[in-house]
T-cell receptor, first 116, second 111 residues
Framework: GAVVSQHPSRVICKSGTSVKIECRSLDFQATTMFWYRQFPKKSLMLMATSNEGSKATYEQGVEKDKFLINHASLTLSTLTVTSAHPEDSSFYIC????????????FGPGTRLTVL | GQNIDQPTEMTATEGAIVQINCTYQTSGFNGLFWYQQHAGEAPTFLSYNVLDGLEEKGRFSSFLSRSKGYSYLLLKELQMKDSASYLCAVRDAGNNRKLIWGLGTSLAVNP
């Protein structure tokens, strides 16, 4: 149990276009999901907390108008990178909080975004 | 401020034991997690400690001392596949369920 999927796994886009990444909890309901960004050989950088049915909470320095998050159901959160630029190229990972008592986060497999 | 410290890199030999330390200074504490991450993949959960003491799970054990702000992950009978990055994360106090992440320790297991 506790499987999280992400789609797409890889995406290459042109500068100026928008890209949507989906994060789904396949066998459990997740009221809270997190979106992370990770640069090569660096640790996870939390971008925002996504709560079902409410606005996302963004970390300091993350532009909410550039990284749009929608958590429309208990099993789906989406991250849209708007007007992507080459510096947005990164590994984006989502996680969903499980229903065990320790609030363990289950991670999706990640999405590699390359902006040309 | 919030700070989590781990060694950047470690090297060990197949079959040996290695201990990866983590110290934290956070405004609140509601549990400590260890995750394993192989290159290009998402992190996978290894262990969770919220009370002082040792939690053992197969070849992996994790220890916590809340008074010292200290944890370690112990890996026994190392295998080549254990070569990965090991991330220490502290759960923030309160209801936001966020994790504060260390920078990770890159472990190389040599034959």
């Amino acid at each position: 149990g506790a499987v999280v999927s992400q789609h797409p796994s890889r995406v290459i886009c042109k500068s100026g276009t928008s890209v949507k990444i989906e994060c789904r909890s396949l066998d459990f309901q997740a009221t809270t999901m997190f979106w992370y960004r990770q640069f090569p050989k660096k640790s996870l950088m939390l971008m925002a907390t996504s709560n079902e049915g409410s606005k996302a909470t963004y970390e300091q320095g993350v532009e909410k108008d550039k990284f749009l998050i929608n958590h429309a159901s208990l099993t789906l959160s989406t991250l849209t990178v708007t007007s992507a630029h080459p510096e947005d190229s990164s590994f984006y990972i989502c996680s969903a909080v499980g229903t065990s008592g320790n609030d363990e986060q289950f991670f999706g497999p990640g999405t590699r975004l390359t902006v040309l | 401020g919030q700070n989590i410290d781990q060694p950047t890199e470690m090297t060990a030999t197949e079959g040996a034991i290695v201990q990866i330390n983590c110290t934290y200074q956070t405004s609140g504490f509601n549990g400590l997690f260890w995750y394993q991450q192989h290159a290009g993949e998402a992190p996978t959960f290894l262990s969770y400690n919220v009370l002082d003491g040792l939690e053992e799970k197969g070849r992996f054990s994790s220890f916590l001392s809340r008074s010292k702000g200290y944890s370690y992950l112990l890996l026994k009978e190392l295998q080549m596949k254990d070569s990965a990055s090991y991330l220490c994360a502290v759960r923030d106090a309160g209801n936001n369920r966020k994790l504060i992440w260390g920078l990770g320790t890159s472990l190389a297991v040599n034959p």
